[in-house]
C-alpha cells in the first residue's frame, strides 16, 4: 500500500468518528469533530495529487478513493440535516443569517446524496462499456463549496455550543454568527446549483455511452 491510498485509508476510518462527534454534548468535541473533517478534506485532495504527479495510481485506489468521497459526504450531510432539523429553540444548530435561521432541507439531502449515487452507478456502467468518466470542472467546484459548506456547519455546531456554555452574546458574537450562516447558506446554494448543473453536464457529454 503507497502513502496515497494509505491517506484513503486514513479517511474511510476517521468518517465514522466524523459522523458522531457533532452529536457530542461538549463544545471541545464538536470542535474536534470540526478539525478532523479539515483534516479528513485536505488529505482528500493531497492523496489524489500525490497519486498523479508522483504516478501512484493503483487499482486500490481506484477503489478506495471514490468510496472515501462518498462515506465522507454521508458521514457529514446526514448529521448536519439531523442537527439542523431543530427550528426556534435555544439549542438549534440552524445557521442564523440577517435574514433568520436557515438549516440543511430534507430536499437538498435528498438531492446531493442521490446525484452521487447515481454517477457512482453511471460511471460503473460507463466503465463496463470502455468508458472512463473524468470529473468536470463543474464537479470540481461543487466538491469545493461542498467543502467549504461542511466545514461552516461543523465549525458552527462547536461555536454554538461554546456560546451557550459561556453565555456569549452582543454584536461580536451576532457578526460572526451571521458571517458563519451567510458563508454557510451561500455555499450550499451554490453546491446544489452545480449538483444539478454538474449532472446535467454528464449526462449531456456522456449519456450517448448509455444508449
Same mark, same amino acid.
Given at each position: 500500500?503507497?502513502?496515497?491510498? $494509505?491517506?484513503? *485509508?486514513?479517511?474511510?476510518?476517521a468518517a465514522p468518528l466524523i459522523a458522531l462527534l457533532p452529536f457530542a454534548?461538549?463544545?471541545?468535541?464538536?470542535? $474536534?469533530?470540526?478539525?478532523?473533517?479539515? &483534516?479528513? $478534506?485536505?488529505?482528500?485532495?493531497?492523496?489524489? $495529487?500525490?497519486?498523479?504527479?508522483?504516478n501512484m495510481i493503483t487499482d486500490l485506489g481506484?477503489?478506495?478513493?471514490?468510496?472515501?468521497?462518498?462515506? &465522507?459526504?454521508?458521514?457529514? *450531510?446526514?448529521?448536519?440535516?439531523?442537527?439542523?432539523?431543530?427550528?426556534?429553540?435555544?439549542l438549534s444548530m440552524r445557521f442564523m443569517t440577517p435574514w433568520g435561521d436557515a438549516g440543511l432541507p430534507l430536499w437538498v439531502l435528498i438531492v446531493v446524496l442521490g446525484r452521487e449515487l447515481f454517477m457512482t452507478?453511471?460511471?460503473?456502467?460507463?466503465?463496463?462499456k470502455g468508458t472512463i468518466i473524468a470529473a468536470l470542472?463543474?464537479?470540481?467546484?461543487?466538491?469545493? *463549496?461542498?467543502?467549504?459548506?461542511?466545514?461552516?456547519?461543523y465549525f458552527w455546531f462547536a461555536a454554538k455550543t461554546a456560546a451557550f456554555h459561556y453565555m456569549w452574546g452582543g454584536p461580536v458574537w451576532h457578526s460572526f454568527?451571521?458571517?458563519?450562516?451567510?458563508?454557510?447558506?451561500v455555499t450550499m446554494t451554490v453546491a446544489v446549483a452545480l449538483t444539478v448543473y454538474s449532472l446535467a453536464v454528464y449526462l449531456r457529454r456522456y449519456g450517448r455511452v448509455m444508449a
Amino acid at each position: 500500500m503507497n502513502l496515497p491510498n $494509505a491517506l484513503t *485509508l486514513v479517511r474511510i476510518i476517521a468518517a465514522p468518528l466524523i459522523a458522531l462527534l457533532p452529536f457530542a454534548p461538549t463544545w471541545q468535541l464538536r470542535l $474536534a469533530a470540526f478539525v478532523v473533517y479539515v &483534516l479528513a $478534506a485536505i488529505t482528500d485532495y493531497w492523496d489524489g $495529487a500525490l497519486a498523479r504527479t508522483r504516478n501512484m495510481i493503483t487499482d486500490l485506489g481506484k477503489l478506495l478513493d471514490p468510496l472515501a468521497d462518498k462515506l &465522507l459526504l454521508l458521514s457529514t *450531510l446526514v448529521p448536519i440535516y439531523l442537527l439542523q432539523a431543530g427550528h426556534g429553540t435555544v439549542l438549534s444548530m440552524r445557521f442564523m443569517t440577517p435574514w433568520g435561521d436557515a438549516g440543511l432541507p430534507l430536499w437538498v439531502l435528498i438531492v446531493v446524496l442521490g446525484r452521487e449515487l447515481f454517477m457512482t452507478l453511471f460511471r460503473q456502467a460507463a466503465a463496463r462499456k470502455g468508458t472512463i468518466i473524468a470529473a468536470l470542472g463543474a464537479g470540481k467546484w461543487k466538491t469545493a *463549496l461542498q467543502s467549504v459548506w461542511v466545514g461552516s456547519a461543523y465549525f458552527w455546531f462547536a461555536a454554538k455550543t461554546a456560546a451557550f456554555h459561556y453565555m456569549w452574546g452582543g454584536p461580536v458574537w451576532h457578526s460572526f454568527a451571521y458571517f458563519n450562516g451567510i458563508v454557510g447558506v451561500v455555499t450550499m446554494t451554490v453546491a446544489v446549483a452545480l449538483t444539478v448543473y454538474s449532472l446535467a453536464v454528464y449526462l449531456r457529454r456522456y449519456g450517448r455511452v448509455m444508449a
